[in-house]
């Protein structure tokens, strides 16, 4: 089992399971990742376009008004003075109104053509939710990995300095069981195990943080994952 902490502001308690399983991961990630919540609204939008292709079959108002400034313009078609000193309202309205007796097959092309839309829409919902299925995957199992390999170095690690302490006590009473070459191995040996050791935290870090990105987590969330 590996802990991950995100820094950030937690949820609520009781949103999130105790421990996560890769299905756990999946899910979350299918309702919450950025990018397929994306591609749902492709298809709201591709939807739209069939309910707009099918509205073409019945009648059809536009109203169109505006009101602007304008000077005052004299005059007729052949010559006008304008006076900018004076100014005025300047108002339009149309209005068209449209009854579709025969489209000549445009209707029924514009709504095969917003079905298929929908269509490819859809596949590409799917696709996205693939390859977010398989980065979540693949950082799932990369943040367990990370987790076993840094509890592995933890262990190593005490082991080895309660070694050093030890053989820096007897070094130092002089009865010669610990030599200064011994203590200088033990030291050399924790140094590097340390040096390992910041760099698997730093791996557990960015395996969980991109674990977090895929699946759409907010900030600061603690992560328990099941092995």
């Avoid at 099918?54 to 536009?62: A, I, Q, T």
């Avoid at 390999?149 to 190593?156: A, H, K």
């Avoid at 910041?198 to 960015?206: S, V």
Wanted: hydrophobic share 40%.
């Amino acid at each position: 089992v590996g802990v991950l902490a995100l820094v950030g502001h937690p949820l609520q308690a009781g949103d999130l399971p105790e421990r996560w399983t890769l299905r756990d991961c999946l899910a979350y990630a299918e309702k919450n990742n950025p990018q397929i919540k994306e591609a749902w609204e492709g298809v709201g939008f591709a939807r739209g376009r069939t309910k707009e292709a099918l509205g073409g079959r019945w009648p059809r108002l536009d109203l169109a008004t505006y009101l602007a400034p304008a000077p005052a313009i004299s005059g007729n078609a052949l010559g006008s003075r304008i006076d900018w000193n004076r100014w005025g309202a300047y108002t339009f309205g149309r209005a068209e109104a449209g009854l579709p007796l025969y489209t000549f097959g445009r209707v029924p092309a514009y709504l095969s053509a917003a079905n298929w839309g929908v269509d490819v829409a859809e596949g590409e919902v799917k696709q996205k939710q693939e390859e977010i299925g398989l980065e979540v995957k693949r950082m799932y199992y990369s943040a367990l990995l990370a987790q076993t390999l840094l509890d592995l170095i933890e262990g190593v690690h005490k082991d080895v300095a309660e070694a050093e302490s030890k053989a820096s006590e007897e070094y130092q009473k002089g009865t010669g069981k610990v030599t200064r070459a011994d203590l200088g191995k033990l030291q050399v040996a924790l140094a590097e195990i340390e040096k390992y050791h910041h760099a698997a935290t730093r791996g557990t870090a960015l395996a969980g943080a991109a674990l977090r990105f895929y699946m759409g987590l907010p900030n600061g969330t603690t992560v328990t994952l099941a092995a």
